[in-house]
């Protein structure tokens, strides 16, 4: 399901490029499709098993993007910052956008917890250890488990946001030292 999120998500934005979008409405449409494909809620599975909700019940929680609260995660390396969507970095599974300042780059690294990353703006460059470098534009997808090594770029010119969705607490361990990125 969450496969075909994704592919809409692309669809999605090709054709907006077609039609010359603004940079920030592109950012909050692609934002916000990416938190409807992978927030825990929204998986088939899990709205089958839920009886429908009442007209009255339920809760929304609708942020635009300029009121995101923004701030600097721990253990993280200069020219990152994070908004916290649901659930705590610090403590388990969660979701965050991350916004990396251009030209911001970690070395080899790895992170304890599985996740998943939807490029939302700029162009993220990723290399996996023993691979090629990708550079990855708006709409872009990523996964990495089992604390698989990679470094990430955030290429020159435009900040980089990102959407995580975060299987554990968040780390940044770097693979020469096997020890958190030093603090800001």
């Not at 009442?54 to 990152?80: C, H």
């Not at 780059?105 to 939302?120: D, E």
Request: proline share 7%.
């Amino acid at each position: 399901m969450v496969h075909a999120y994704i592919e809409t998500l692309y669809r999605y934005i090709k054709e907006k490029r077609k039609s010359k979008m603004t940079r920030r409405s592109g950012i909050l449409v692609v934002g916000a499709m990416a938190v409807l494909a992978l927030a825990p809620g929204s998986r088939a599975e899990e709205q089958k098993a839920k009886p429908p909700a009442k007209a009255a019940g339920g809760k929304a929680v609708i942020v635009p993007f300029g009121e995101m609260k923004w701030v600097v995660p721990p253990n993280s390396p200069p020219g990152v910052q994070m908004a916290v969507l649901w659930g705590d970095p610090a403590k388990g599974a969660f979701g965050a956008l991350h916004k990396f300042a251009p030209g911001f780059s970690v070395p080899l690294h790895f992170h304890s917890a599985g996740y998943r990353c939807v490029v939302v703006s700029g162009t993220l460059v990723q290399t996996v250890e023993g691979e090629a470098e990708r550079s990855l534009t708006s709409g872009s997808y990523v996964a990495y488990t089992g604390k698989k090594k990679h470094s990430t770029k955030c290429a020159p010119g435009a900040e980089c946001v990102v959407f995580i969705d975060a299987g554990g607490a968040w780390d940044v361990v770097l693979a020469d030292e096997g020890k958190a990125a030093p603090k800001k």
